[in-house]
């Protein structure tokens, strides 16, 4: 697995940014500002993910969207972890705003992000028709939050004493 960082023709890979979310205006409003990380697996683009910096140390992941064949194999968990891992130092927090369904949610949760805040009836407002995730119709945007800070203590090396 390999993953890259797309700086041009971005909508090359709208086909799969819709995966993650179904309207092509909202994916137009981030893109753009966004950095794009493309998953490449045998050498064919599997997952995708859009970051935008809110300010004030914030991350945004707008966008995190794995090919459906190839959905529950690790791949949506290993792009989040090397986000984390890139980010980290630059930024404080990742923030990832998604619907009330309860399987997203799980996921989130399992990876260490917790509850942060809710935008109430974003889904309803901002998209033309109604959202559905595992059955369930989507109204509010809640966000999830995870640290980017270390907070395991680095280990000193061997100090040697000074006569």
């Given at each position: 697995?390999?993953?890259?960082r797309i700086r041009v023709q971005k909508r090359r890979f709208l086909a799969l940014l819709l995966v993650g979310?179904?309207?092509?205006?909202?994916?137009?409003?981030?893109?753009?500002?966004?950095?794009?990380?493309?998953?490449?697996?045998?050498?064919?683009?599997?997952?995708?993910?859009?970051?935008?910096?809110?300010?004030?140390?914030?991350?945004?992941?707008?966008?995190?969207?794995?090919?459906?064949?190839?959905?529950?194999?690790?791949?949506?968990?290993?792009?989040?972890?090397?986000?984390?891992?890139?980010?980290?130092?630059?930024?404080?927090?990742?923030?990832?705003?998604?619907?009330?369904?309860?399987?997203?949610?799980?996921?989130?949760?399992?990876?260490g992000f917790v509850y942060s805040h809710r935008v109430q009836d974003f889904f309803t407002l901002n998209y033309?028709?109604?959202?559905?995730?595992?059955?369930?119709?989507?109204?509010?945007?809640?966000?999830?939050?995870?640290?980017?800070?270390?907070?395991?203590?680095?280990?000193?090396?061997?100090?040697?004493?000074?006569?």
């Amino acid at each position: 697995m390999r993953i890259r960082r797309i700086r041009v023709q971005k909508r090359r890979f709208l086909a799969l940014l819709l995966v993650g979310d179904e309207d092509e205006r909202m994916v137009e409003r981030y893109l753009d500002r966004g950095s794009l990380y493309v998953l490449y697996k045998a050498g064919r683009p599997c997952a995708v993910a859009v970051v935008t910096d809110e300010g004030e140390g914030v991350l945004e992941l707008k966008n995190l969207a794995v090919a459906p064949a190839l959905q529950r194999h690790g791949l949506g968990r290993f792009l989040i972890g090397f986000l984390e891992r890139r980010y980290r130092g630059s930024f404080h927090t990742l923030l990832a705003g998604t619907g009330e369904s309860e399987a997203t949610l799980g996921f989130y949760r399992r990876l260490g992000f917790v509850y942060s805040h809710r935008v109430q009836d974003f889904f309803t407002l901002n998209y033309p028709h109604p959202i559905v995730e595992g059955g369930t119709v989507l109204r509010d945007m809640v966000y999830l939050k995870k640290s980017l800070i270390c907070k395991t203590p680095r280990r000193r090396g061997f100090q040697r004493s000074v006569p």
